[in-house]
């Protein structure tokens, strides 16, 4: 399957943004995240009235692909209408890591790319299912 360009993902992620539901915040975000095989998944985010309930554009993503059965992926564009990088959130973070590992995420707003990180610079020390597997080994 032939891949996206970094300047290609970031118009889907574009794209992926219009359909935000920012009801309360008005703070859209769009996402598109390229799987090991080329797929390329979108996702929004998606507010609610409990405001609480919010789920990230990035999350998004992650969930469609995974309930889809892809599990490997390689890069992900997060944009966002804001002149400095809008970065994953702290939840975010944490299921990125521990579904996408040590991928690349490319920030960009509606003119131009605003940053480039990945995820070990963005959660330098994470938690993840190594330290439960540690936890059941030290049991036994
Ligand atoms: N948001 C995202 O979707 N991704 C981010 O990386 C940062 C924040 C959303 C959550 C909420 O709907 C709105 O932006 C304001 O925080």
Redesign the pocket.
């Known amino acids: 399957m032939s891949r996206v360009s970094d300047a290609e993902l970031i118009v889907l992620a574009r794209q992926a943004r219009e359909r ?3 009801t ?8 598109a995240l390229e799987a090991a095989d080329g797929t390329v998944i979108l ?5 609610n009235a409990t405001y609480g309930l ?7 993503a992650i969930f469609k692909a995974v309930s889809d059965g892809i599990r490997e992926f390689s890069r992900i564009a ?1 944009v ?1 209408d804001t002149q400095s990088p ?4 702290g939840p ?1 973070r944490q299921i990125l890591w521990e579904f996408c590992g040590d991928i690349e995420v490319i920030m960009a707003n509606l003119a131009s790319e605003t940053g480039r990180y990945h995820m070990r610079e963005l959660l330098p020390v994470p938690f993840d299912a190594r330290h439960l597997d540690e936890d059941a080994n030290a049991k036994r």
């Open positions: 935000a539901v920012a309360f915040s008005g703070f859209k975000v769009g996402a996702g929004c985010n998606i507010e919010t789920l990230c554009a990035e999350r998004t997060v966002a809008t970065p994953p959130c975010c």
